[in-house]
Nanobody, 121 residues
Framework: QVQLVESGGGLVQAGGSLRLSCAVS????????LNWHRQAPGNKRELVAH???????TYADSVKGRFTISGDNAKNTVYLQMNNLKPEDTGIYYC???????????????WGQGTQVTVSS
């Protein structure tokens, strides 16, 4: 069974840092890269960062220069380093994959369970 498992959230003061991890379990091939999304209370889920299979990265304008997405192919893990955190970064952060191939075929639109990030002012 393929799963995305996030970790690393928590409570931090404004200006602080956190590093989120997303581990993809199973014998898999990630087809279109991995994404970090977040959802603040009362808001829609938004894309924060994306890393492609060749390591190309893109970011939401609100996090450019503060967040860095990276991956470790050997560990099937993607990270989100978040620096200079602001109260508006508060929300549940989700790892997401558009498509993953595994031994029984392909699965699409896979989400982790989310990890809470709270930034106090």
């Amino acid at each position: 069974q393929v799963q995305l498992v996030e970790s690393g959230g928590g409570l931090v003061q404004a200006g602080g840092s956190l590093r989120l991890s997303c581990a993809v379990s199973g014998t898999i091939t990630i087809m279109n890269g991995l994404n970090w999304h977040r959802q603040a209370p009362g808001n829609k889920r938004e894309l924060v960062a994306h890393i492609s299979v060749i390591g190309t990265t893109t970011y939401a304008d609100s996090v450019k220069g503060r967040f860095t997405i990276s991956g470790d192919n050997a560990k099937n893990t993607v990270y989100l380093q978040m620096n200079n955190l602001k109260p508006e970064d508060t929300g549940i952060y989700y790892c997401h994959a558009d498509e993953i191939e595994y031994e029984l075929g392909s699965i699409f639109d896979i989400w982790g369970q989310g990890t809470q990030v709270t930034v106090s002012s």
